[in-house]
């Protein structure tokens, strides 16, 4: 069975009065439960409590997902949204954005809380586990596709435990969930949160899963724990560029929790460390981004030992994609590779992870498996300009240069979402000169103005990006100023 995730009650019952002041039982009148709620007073009563959330992971990874409000502050989703822990996440609501860090992590149950200080958001009150029964009517409120605030109604439909999801109880509902309701919440006709939306089954229909919001109860008193606290701080202060203070917090945190695994992550990816990555990996399966540091960590190794003999043996030597010098068979070489294939296996929706694996086989001289990788991340992001420039280089040093050049045009004519989107076409503009008088139609492939057109973007994605930059950072201060501090 493939889940697919991303993307990603209570009812009072007939109160009896007992008489204190007399032996005899007294009859008491029936109090009428609540009425039930239609789907507009349902939604009208929780969408102020329902947020979209933004992560911005490293290069082109954006990932949207939904997320509820649970205490003033704090919004829980799913851990696989909130991805890597290190990422700059931002919650939403209309126009108005509030900067998030992760302030728990929950594994088992792939959930994951997030703390905003300054949302003060009105909370959602936690449904009765009595009341999540099947055949119960219930709706469903996220971001499917990043539409805010979408409403769906359905029944909840069993009551599951999924090896996919860690053999954890799940609701299953007929209410629809799509990548970007994850984290989203699943309510009952009285506006209470029965569940948090999770995964669907890719090939059911109406087979969707949440996981119930006893578990959220469960978990919001970690929060306040030292250890995470300490986490929570030592992510804010790195992305305050406050390395030395992070990292001593981050220390902490994992000294008072071994088993953190996203504290190990993000010690790991900071210094950078191969042993704190792998702690992660080994804690917690599912912190995928941990093979695709481990595997980078290798490769800068096999690309700087490529970097030196090339500048041995830049005319004689044996030469890999794009011309330079790749010394295959390397142990770093093979453990980025087994790195990546994990991190793929894992995630294979992801088009970096792709890419990465493409660069790592390349590096290995695996050319035709290098070719396979950047095909399939391709096929998710058909307009990674880097991507396109690497797919190039290696088919230029296979010595196919119409496939070659008409890679290098389509990085050159993708639409730049960053500066180094457009260093990357800068770079093949400058390798399609280089395939004047090879190729059937060079001028087609090098239209004049393209250059221009790409120096221009450059200059005005640049500028965007410090000024973002500069916004961030003023939210991470503000935020270090709000954040708990640990009581120890």
């Not at 009595?130 to 979408?150: I, M, Y």
């Not at 990674?384 to 690497?390: A, E, F, G, Y």
């Not at 004047?436 to 450059?458: C, H, I, K, M």
Request: aromatic share 6%.
């Amino acid at each position: 069975m493939d889940i697919r995730a991303r993307v990603g009650r209570g009812t009072a019952g007939l109160v009896v009065a007992v008489s204190l002041l007399s032996c005899s039982r007294a009859e008491a009148p029936a109090v009428k439960p609540p009425e039930a709620l239609g789907p507009q007073e349902v939604f009208r009563k929780v969408s102020p409590s329902v947020f979209v959330v933004e992560v911005r992971g490293e290069g082109r990874r954006r990932t949207l997902g939904s997320a509820v409000a649970v205490t003033a502050d704090t919004v829980v989703t799913n851990k696989h949204v909130a991805q890597p822990p290190d990422a700059v996440i931002h919650l939403k609501s209309g126009k108005t954005r509030w900067r998030a860090f992760v302030s728990y992590m929950d594994p088992r149950h792939d959930l994951c809380l997030l703390v905003a200080p300054g949302l003060h958001a009105v909370p959602v009150p936690p449904g009765s586990p009595a009341d999540a029964q099947v055949g119960a009517r219930v709706f469903t409120v996220g971001a499917p596709a990043g539409l805010e605030l979408s409403l769906s109604e359905g029944l909840i439909s069993g009551m599951r435990e999924l090896e996919e999801l860690n053999n954890q109880p799940v609701i299953q509902t007929t209410a629809a969930i799509s990548p970007g309701s994850s984290g989203g919440g699943l309510f009952d006709v009285r506006g209470h949160l029965v569940g948090v939306t999770t995964a669907f089954l890719r090939e059911g229909q109406n087979l969707n899963f949440a996981i119930p919001a006893a578990a959220v109860q469960e978990i919001l008193p970690r929060r306040d724990e030292d250890a995470w606290r300490l986490f929570t701080r030592g992510i804010a202060l790195g992305q305050a560029s406050r390395k030395a203070e992070s990292q001593a917090a981050l220390r902490r945190a994992v000294g008072m929790d071994a088993e953190m695994a996203a504290g190990r992550y993000a010690l790991g990816a900071s210094q950078p460390s191969e042993g704190e990555l792998l702690s992660a990996v080994r804690i917690d399966a599912q912190m995928v981004e941990s093979w695709f540091q481990l595997a980078r960590l290798q490769r800068q190794g096999v690309d700087q030992m490529a970097r030196e003999a090339s500048r041995r043996v830049r005319r004689s030597g044996v030469t890999g994609a794009g011309g330079r010098a790749h010394p295959g068979g390397t142990a770093a070489g093979a453990a980025a590779v087994r790195y990546m294939e994990e991190a793929v296996k894992a995630s294979p929706e992801v088009s970096e992870y792709w890419h990465e694996l493409g660069l790592s086989y390349r590096n290995e001289e695996r050319y035709d498996e290098a070719a396979h990788a950047f095909r399939r991340a391709a096929e998710i992001d058909p307009g990674d300009p880097c991507l396109l420039l690497d797919a190039a280089d290696l088919y230029a040093g296979a010595g196919d240069a119409e496939q070659a050049a008409a890679l290098y045009a389509r990085s050159a004519k993708a639409k730049s979402q960053s500066s180094t989107d457009c260093v990357c076409q800068q770079s093949a503009l400058g390798a399609l000169k280089g395939f004047w008088g090879r190729v059937r139609t060079p001028l087609d492939l090098y239209p004049a103005d393209q250059l221009g057109r790409v120096n221009s973007e450059f200059v005005r994605l640049l500028s965007e990006e410090d000024k973002r930059l500069a916004e961030e950072m003023k939210e991470v201060d503000a935020a270090l100023k709000a954040l708990p501090l640990p009581e120890h």
